[in-house]
């Protein structure tokens, strides 16, 4: 349980003094939980009203999303993504592909983010789990599963 937590959760853990026995809990001081995402707490955030999305989806890879009632995403890298590069190769990256194949400008590409910094508040609700509420944001980080070395071709792409 512990592997599967990021840094900024077991961080949370212990600024928050979450005692042994809560720690993998799916609500405590520290975090929120729903399925594979943690809720980090941040009520100081202030977000600009007009960056703030409506009913966006949250997902790892091609699973059920889990919709999010209100959320903001932050920074992350551009990156290209078609169905032969499915988590998505760097402008420059992609500039070598099309000079040493430029008949790849076919693939339906998609400009996408990765890892995007990514907060929540309101409801967040998935088929699989009971809905959570968050009354503040909440920033949002995807358990560690992905990391391990059979996951190495999986990435979080919004």
């Known amino acids: ?9 077991r961080q949370a853990l212990a600024s928050h003094k979450v005692s042994t026995n809560k ?3 799916r609500k ?3 975090f929120r939980r729903q399925g594979e995402w943690f809720f980090i707490p941040e009520p100081s955030l202030v977000v600009d009203p007009k960056l703030v999305l409506r009913n966006e989806p949250l997902r790892r890879g ?9 959320l903001f995403r932050t920074g992350g890298e551009t990156v290209h993504v078609c169905s ?3 988590n998505g190769l760097s402008p420059a990256e992609y500039k070598g592909l099309l000079k040493a194949n430029p008949s790849a400008a076919c693939w339906g590409w998609r400009v996408m983010v990765r890892n995007p910094g990514v907060y929540a508040r309101g409801a967040v609700s998935h088929a699989d789990h ?14 560690t599963e992905t990391q ?4 190495v071709k999986v990435a979080f792409l919004d």
């Open 1 to 9: 349980m512990d592997a599967l937590q990021p840094a900024p959760v």
């Open 62 to 70: 091609a699973g059920k999303p889990h919709m999010v009632e209100q």
């Open 84 to 86: 032969r590069h499915p």
């Open 28 to 30: 405590n001081r520290a």
């Open 148 to 151: 391990s070395r059979t996951m």
């Open 130 to 143: 009971a809905t959570i509420t968050l009354p503040f944001w909440h920033r949002v980080m995807m358990n």
């Open 23 to 25: 720690r993998y809990a």
